[in-house]
């Protein structure tokens, strides 16, 4: 991508209204754009980075069994009123269609998802399932003011799985919560992120969720050096202040932001929608649920909290926008020719290059603008360079950059 073309900018100064790290940076960089407070548009080099996240979890969901699909955002109330969920989710925007008639926007699927099982599950035959959908979802948070962390509007994966028995449900349950951490462990942010006991809601006694440490968070955890878990401080006195696992009262106390959260449902949802089965002698069991959500949105912006200095984002390999930002201080035609020349060698061998090929800006201005974007690999070219058939690399965690020989770059970057 050739930044010269690219519609967005980067900006000195964003609204005081964003004052969290990951909304500073973003806006800053022209990764979103905020249309108003938890509602943001994503510009291409957001997009790039938010499809990425999704694509890692996407493909760790495939590994797990489960079928992806797209479910509505648009929710009749009626399936709301058969969970008695309607007037309970504090959260859910409601509006009102043509003929009066309700709606809610999706802010959780399990009204649309149980009644959409119920048409193909009957026999024991039929199970074990699982469905994901990767999908924008609303809720009417009453403070929305972490930038992409807490959004009115948002992106969630969400799973759903379907089980004849609880043992069935426990071991799959097991293998989901594996699948989760190679996502964080692939998203930069595994070494940070914490299974956590946390209350089940109106399911189960617990539910688990995937913290992620951070001064920024808005969770407080508990955390077991020994066992590496924590428990939310929601129930840390259910808990007796104790870890769940081993029983020791020595806690650590964090800030941390919770980045997925999975649950047990058991009947809760299948009752009221009548979803069962038929066992081997023909009698009828309502199927057992478990429920697994991400938000590939709030993991984008943790990953900005985790990973920034004082210049701008330090973005993890596998979820920058680009892999190389390639940064040209040529004016000479011969020299941009050069410069074009390695962009279209490196692009046309697979590797992702933004290509900063700008005329009239200055270089501190090339190199903050790169430094703020984040992108890990930054190669210079100037004539000083070439005069040496060089070009200079920096990696955007190192202080220090090196002349390479131009022929060895497209190796190099490969390994970096
Ligand atoms: P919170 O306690 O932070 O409000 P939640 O417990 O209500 O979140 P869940 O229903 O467990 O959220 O949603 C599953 C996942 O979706 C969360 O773990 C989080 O990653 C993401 N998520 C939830 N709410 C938001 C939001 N408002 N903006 C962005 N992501 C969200
Ligand atoms: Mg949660």
Same mark, same amino acid.
């Given at each position: ?25 973003? &806006?800053?960089?022209? !990764?979103?754009?905020?249309? $108003?407070?938890?509602?943001? =548009? ?11 996240? +999704? ?40 509006? *009102? ?10 802010? $959780?699927?399990? +009204?649309?998802? *149980? ?23 609303? #809720? ?40 989760? !951490? ?24 617990? =539910? ?7 001064? =920024? ?34 806690? %650590? ?13 058991? *009947?809760?949802?299948?009752?009221? !929608? ?56 040529? #004016? ?26 700008? +005329? ?11 430094? &703020? ?24 965690? +190192? ?6 020989? &131009?022929?060895?770059?497209? %190796? ?5």
């Amino acid at each position: 991508m050739r930044q010269s073309k690219l519609f967005t900018k980067t900006q000195k100064e964003i609204s005081k209204e964003e004052n969290s790290i990951n909304a500073q940076f973003l &806006l800053r960089a022209g !990764f979103i754009d905020r249309l $108003t407070s938890g509602v943001f =548009s994503y510009l291409p080099l957001g997009l790039r980075v938010l499809n990425k996240i +999704e694509n890692i979890i996407r493909e760790e969901m495939n590994s797990v069994g489960g079928q992806e699909i797209l479910m509505p955002a648009l929710h009749p109330r009626e399936n709301w009123d058969v969970t008695g969920r309607w007037d309970v989710v504090d959260v859910l925007f409601k509006l *009102t269609g043509s003929g009066e008639k309700e709606y809610a926007l999706g802010a $959780t699927h399990e +009204e649309v998802v *149980t009644p959409l099982l119920k048409k193909q599950i009957f026999s024991y035959k039929d199970l074990p399932q699982a469905v994901y959908q990767i999908q924008t979802k609303f #809720r009417n948070e009453s403070r929305a003011k972490s930038g992409i962390l807490r959004g009115r509007e948002f992106r969630m994966k969400d799973l759903y799985s379907f089980h004849a028995d609880q043992i069935d449900l426990d071991s799959y349950y097991e293998k989901v919560k594996d699948a989760y !951490f190679r996502i964080y462990e692939k998203c930069g942010i595994g070494a940070l992120t914490y299974y956590t006991y946390a209350s089940g809601g109106a399911f189960s006694k617990f =539910s688990h969720e995937f913290q992620t440490l951070t001064p =920024s968070g808005e969770d407080m955890i508990y955390i077991c050096d020994d066992c590496h878990i924590s428990v939310n401080k929601e129930i840390l006195e259910e808990l007796q202040n104790a870890c769940p696992e081993c029983k020791t009262p020595k806690l %650590r106390e964090e800030k941390a932001i919770e980045v997925g959260n999975i649950f047990k449902l058991g *009947t809760r949802f299948s009752t009221p !929608f009548g979803l069962s089965f038929k066992d081997e002698q023909d009698n009828l069991h309502d199927v057992i649920m478990g429920c697994y959500g991400i938000g590939p949105s709030r993991v984008m912006g943790t990953i900005v909290e985790v990973h920034n200095d004082d210049k701008g984002i330090i973005w993890p390999k596998n979820i920058a926008p680009y892999q190389v930002h390639l940064v040209s201080l040529c #004016r000479e035609q011969a020299d941009i020719d050069q410069v074009d020349n390695l962009y279209h060698q490196l692009t046309h061998n697979g590797i992702e290059v933004l290509y900063d090929d700008r +005329e009239g800006v200055r270089a501190g201005e090339k190199f903050a603008d790169s430094d &703020l974007i984040g992108i890990p690999v930054r190669l210079v070219v100037s004539p000083k360079t070439l005069e040496k058939n060089s070009v200079e690399v920096k990696i955007r965690t +190192e202080g220090e950059a090196h002349l390479l020989p &131009l022929e060895d770059v497209e %190796r190099c970057v490969r390994l970096m």
